[in-house]
């Protein structure tokens, strides 16, 4: 074999490597630029509804002071009427686990199109910030924290459920709540930015058909209830926590 010929093929190999390992890296690391892309996209989100919860403030203030109502349902994003059917119609459709024939193309303004963003969770126990969306299907919760509907609303009497998963391809969401302790603050944030602190005071694993964790606390009169998957997904996690 001549060394032109030598060189020819040690040229294409050496090509073929560079190729492999490039590819290699793609791989390894999409799902961190994934991450970061999303992190990106859940930053200006915040900032976006926190710009619109000055808005909304400052409108209810004026509205009061001109002796008008400022009750919009949309605004508020909750419902005192508990609402049985449309909670079990969404507890049996709750989808915790991400899998391979979710749709990652999908962009977060697509996602997040024609969403009723009700407020913003903050647990600084274990580092979270995210936007509360009304709604736990699929797409509720695949760039947001989901609030199930016909559940209390935030900082209203009676069990707001949040529900988030445990980590994936759009972010870690409620990745960390097995690692908060009892004592530890969850601040939730309505559509006029008033802050509602709650207290975590319980931890517990339920098989997923269990719905009564839906259901209100006698303990306490409003509590926080956040649902994640467990066990990849054969159960589910609670984290459970009250109104000061």
């Known amino acids: ?18 190729f492999f390992i490039f590819a290699g890296i793609a791989v390894i690391s999409y799902p961190f630029m994934m991450r ?5 996209k859940q930053d200006n989100m915040i900032e976006d509804i926190e710009k619109r919860m000055e808005e909304n403030a400052k409108k209810r203030e004026q509205d009061i002071d001109s ?11 909750s419902d005192s009427v508990v609402d049985e059917k ?3 119609r969404q507890f049996d459709d709750l989808e915790l686990t991400q899998n391979d024939e979710d749709d990652y193309s999908a962009t977060t303004e697509d996602i997040l199109e024609d969403q009723n963003v009700i ?42 459920v949040l529900a988030g998963h445990r980590g994936g391809v759009y972010g870690e969401f409620f ?15 309505n559509i006029y ?25 006698d303990e306490h009169d409003k509590v926080l209830t956040m ?18």
């Open 1 to 18: 074999m001549s060394d032109k010929k030598k060189k020819r093929i040690r040229i294409i190999i050496t090509g073929v490597c560079v």
């Open 67 to 77: 002796g008008e109502s400022s009750n919009d349902e949309k605004d508020t994003g």
């Open 227 to 244: 649902l994640s998957c467990e066990n990849s997904g054969k159960q589910r996690l609670i984290v459970r926590a009250y109104l000061n």
């Open 119 to 160: 407020g913003i969770i903050e647990a600084e126990a274990i580092g979270i910030k995210f936007a509360i969306v009304e709604g736990a299907g699929r797409w509720n919760i695949a760039y947001a924290i989901g609030h199930m509907t016909g559940t209390a609303g935030i900082g209203e009497e009676g069990n707001c």
């Open 86 to 88: 449309e909670i079990t």
């Open 175 to 189: 990745k960390h709540i097995d690692k908060l302790a009892n004592g530890d603050k969850i601040s939730l944030k």
């Open 193 to 217: 930015g008033d802050e509602f602190i709650y207290t975590v005071y319980d931890q517990f694993v339920v098989e997923p058909e269990e719905m009564w964790i839906t259901k209100p606390v």
């Open 36 to 40: 970061m892309y999303v992190k990106n």
